[in-house]
């Protein structure tokens, strides 16, 4: 260990050295940073108190402007308060002034009012006074007046009144006169122009059919054949078809009768056959009369398409076809009834366009109004109500039915489509050489016509002129004057039109003659 001490003082005395070096580093760096940092320090605070001194002489400054600048916006404020203060005030005054103004006119105006109601008081007054003169005058002129005309008041109102009805009789007439005679001429001239166009352009055959058939034969031995053998033959042939044989001194003829022209005609096709056959018997007659049935029908039912193709119209339920095409064996007064259906369908389309309807509604009510006719030998009831049943069983248009129901007049007529099919109806049926009319039918006609005019009070005597269509009645001039002339004629045609059943029109004609005679002695 002694040997070693110096070399451990030898290392250790560097150590020391290097230690006590630093620490003295240590030291004076320590102080050197803290002088220097009392220095930062203390500029610092100079720097700081120089920030704060520069800072509260801005804020000074600035307060100072602001005080200023509040200073100036309340007196502008005030001044503007002022101005409208002082605008209002003005407003107010020029209102107060307008209000005073208006008492003012008012008070005027009320003082004027007061003024003018003294002077109505004091002019009522005046009135009542004078009315009752007025009332006093009026009653005595009242009893100078029944005392000059001898009558009363009521008298004198009857008369009056009298008086009065016998002018507006007069005037009345006069009136109905010209209203009637303006309206006719317009109407007759607007009805004449359509009717005219429709009849120019259907063009209708004159055909006058029987309701028998005549059946030519070769010979007269053909008359024994048909008749058979203890009569066998014709009794075969009207219990088959229905229909009478007529058998008599007619050369080389038959004649074949009866209600049904369907069962007639298929009894003639039958009976034509079996001559040009020549082999007539009871077996043969029967399946004659069973293929002349099946034409017949066929027949009909091209009958019926021809009749709705020529119509124009379409959609006809196919049974309502058929009976179509049974009236071509259908005939009232001799006209066919088809042809006539046709032709009252030509004429309501016609019309129907005229007057700027639906011409194809009017051409199948016309086509249809006579439906009826075909089941009318089938069926109790007039044809007009078998048509009108018949058609709404096939559903056909109200229209169509109404027009069916309406063509005869057994109701009235509430549609324009109606009257139409009766206007073409009365075409139709009225035109020369249409239908047949017995004598009989034809007298009582007339002789019904005059009875009607004849019913009337004033009508000396009347008389019924070509053919129905006129009737001229002469009148007592003592009892019918001129103006109650155009009132009667009136009510004849009003009776006529109630009363009768005619086609077409008919002219009332009344002829009031004065006659005055003297003798020169």
Same mark, same amino acid.
């Given at each position: 260990?002694?040997?070693?001490?110096?070399?451990?003082?030898?290392?250790?005395?560097?150590?020391?050295?290097?230690?006590?070096? %630093?620490?003295?580093?240590?030291?004076?760096?320590?102080? *050197?940073?803290? *002088?220097?940092?009392?220095?930062?320090?203390?500029?610092?605070?100079?720097?700081?108190?120089?920030?704060?001194?520069?800072?509260?002489?801005?804020?000074?400054?600035?307060?100072?402007?602001?005080?200023?600048?509040?200073?100036?916006?309340?007196?502008?404020?005030?001044?503007?308060?002022?101005?409208?203060?002082?605008?209002?005030?003005?407003?107010?005054?020029?209102?107060?002034?307008?209000?005073?103004?208006?008492?003012?006119?008012?008070?005027?105006?009320?003082?004027?009012?007061?003024?003018?109601?003294? %002077?109505?008081?004091?002019?009522?007054?005046?009135?009542?006074?004078?009315?009752?003169? %007025?009332?006093?005058?009026?009653?005595?002129?009242?009893?100078?007046?029944?005392?000059?005309?001898?009558?009363?008041?009521?008298?004198?109102?009857?008369?009056?009144?009298?008086?009065?009805?016998?002018?507006?009789?007069?005037?009345?007439?006069?009136?109905?006169?010209?209203?009637?005679?303006?309206?006719?001429?317009?109407?007759?001239?607007?009805?004449?122009?359509?009717?005219?166009?429709?009849?120019?352009?259907?063009?209708?055959?004159?055909?006058?059919?029987?309701?028998?058939?005549?059946?030519?034969?070769?010979?007269?031995?053909?008359?024994?054949?048909?008749?058979?053998?203890?009569?066998?033959?014709?009794?075969?042939?009207?219990?088959?078809?229905?229909?009478?044989?007529?058998?008599?001194?007619?050369?080389?003829?038959?004649?074949?009768?009866?209600?049904?022209?369907?069962?007639?005609?298929? %009894?003639?096709?039958?009976?034509?056959?079996?001559?040009?056959?020549?082999?007539?018997?009871?077996?043969?007659?029967?399946?004659?009369?069973?293929?002349?049935?099946?034409?017949?029908?066929?027949?009909?039912?091209?009958?019926?398409?021809?009749?709705?193709?020529?119509?124009?119209?379409?959609?006809?339920?196919?049974?309502?076809?058929?009976?179509?095409?049974?009236?071509?064996?259908?005939?009232?007064?001799?006209?066919?009834?088809?042809?006539?259906?046709?032709?009252?369908?030509?004429?309501?389309?016609?019309?129907?366009?005229?007057?700027?309807?639906?011409?194809?509604?009017?051409?199948?009510?016309?086509?249809?109004?006579?439906?009826?006719?075909?089941?009318?030998?089938?069926?109790?009831?007039?044809?007009?109500?078998?048509?009108?049943?018949?058609?709404?069983?096939?559903?056909?248009?109200?229209?169509?039915? *109404?027009?069916?129901?309406?063509? *005869?007049?057994?109701?009235?007529?509430?549609?324009?489509?109606?009257?139409?099919?009766?206007?073409?109806?009365?075409?139709?049926?009225?035109?020369?050489?249409?239908?047949?009319?017995?004598?009989?039918?034809?007298?009582?006609?007339?002789?019904?016509?005059?009875?009607?005019?004849?019913?009337?009070?004033?009508?000396?005597?009347?008389?019924a002129i070509q053919a129905g269509r006129e009737i001229r009645i002469m009148v007592k001039p003592e009892v019918v004057n001129d103006e109650r002339m155009v009132l009667l004629a009136r009510e004849i045609c009003k009776k006529i039109e109630d009363d009768l059943d005619y086609p077409g029109q008919i002219k009332v004609n009344i002829i009031r003659e004065s006659r005055a005679i003297e003798y020169a002695k």
């Amino acid at each position: 260990m002694p040997i070693h001490l110096p070399l451990v003082l030898q290392i250790l005395l560097p150590i020391a050295v290097g230690v006590v070096c %630093a620490v003295i580093a240590f030291i004076a760096g320590s102080n *050197h940073r803290k *002088h220097t940092a009392e220095a930062e320090i203390g500029s610092a605070e100079q720097e700081a108190k120089r920030l704060v001194n520069e800072a509260i002489k801005t804020a000074e400054a600035k307060k100072k402007e602001t005080i200023l600048e509040g200073k100036d916006e309340i007196h502008r404020q005030r001044l503007e308060a002022e101005r409208e203060i002082a605008d209002r005030r003005k407003d107010v005054q020029r209102q107060e002034r307008r209000i005073q103004q208006k008492e003012e006119t008012l008070d005027k105006k009320l003082e004027h009012l007061e003024a003018k109601e003294e %002077a109505i008081n004091a002019k009522t007054k005046k009135i009542d006074e004078r009315l009752a003169e %007025a009332e006093t005058v009026k009653k005595s002129q009242f009893e100078m007046l029944e005392r000059i005309s001898g009558f009363s008041i009521d008298q004198a109102k009857d008369y009056l009144l009298k008086k009065l009805e016998d002018e507006l009789v007069h005037e009345k007439a006069i009136k109905i006169m010209e209203i009637e005679q303006q309206t006719k001429d317009d109407a007759d001239n607007k009805a004449r122009e359509i009717i005219s166009l429709a009849i120019q352009r259907c063009a209708a055959d004159h055909v006058a059919e029987a309701t028998i058939s005549v059946v030519p034969l070769p010979n007269d031995e053909m008359k024994g054949r048909i008749i058979g053998r203890e009569g066998r033959n014709i009794r075969a042939i009207e219990t088959m078809t229905g229909v009478d044989l007529i058998i008599d001194d007619t050369p080389e003829a038959i004649t074949l009768s009866s209600f049904d022209p369907v069962r007639r005609e298929v %009894a003639r096709i039958a009976l034509e056959r079996l001559i040009s056959d020549g082999r007539i018997h009871p077996a043969r007659i029967e399946e004659m009369v069973e293929k002349a049935r099946r034409e017949v029908d066929a027949t009909i039912k091209q009958e019926g398409e021809r009749a709705i193709i020529e119509a124009g119209v379409n959609g006809i339920h196919p049974e309502l076809v058929k009976l179509l095409g049974r009236l071509r064996y259908r005939t009232s007064y001799g006209q066919n009834v088809l042809n006539h259906s046709l032709e009252v369908a030509y004429l309501s389309g016609m019309i129907a366009s005229e007057l700027g309807l639906d011409p194809t509604i009017a051409r199948r009510a016309g086509l249809l109004h006579d439906i009826g006719k075909a089941l009318d030998h089938e069926i109790e009831g007039s044809h007009v109500d078998i048509g009108v049943d018949v058609a709404r069983r096939y559903k056909e248009g109200e229209a169509v039915v *109404h027009a069916i129901h309406a063509h *005869h007049g057994d109701v009235e007529a509430k549609t324009v489509i109606a009257c139409i099919v009766q206007a073409a109806d009365a075409i139709s049926a009225a035109r020369p050489g249409a239908r047949r009319e017995n004598l009989e039918n034809y007298i009582k006609r007339l002789e019904k016509l005059e009875e009607v005019a004849s019913s009337f009070d004033g009508v000396s005597s009347c008389y019924a002129i070509q053919a129905g269509r006129e009737i001229r009645i002469m009148v007592k001039p003592e009892v019918v004057n001129d103006e109650r002339m155009v009132l009667l004629a009136r009510e004849i045609c009003k009776k006529i039109e109630d009363d009768l059943d005619y086609p077409g029109q008919i002219k009332v004609n009344i002829i009031r003659e004065s006659r005055a005679i003297e003798y020169a002695k």
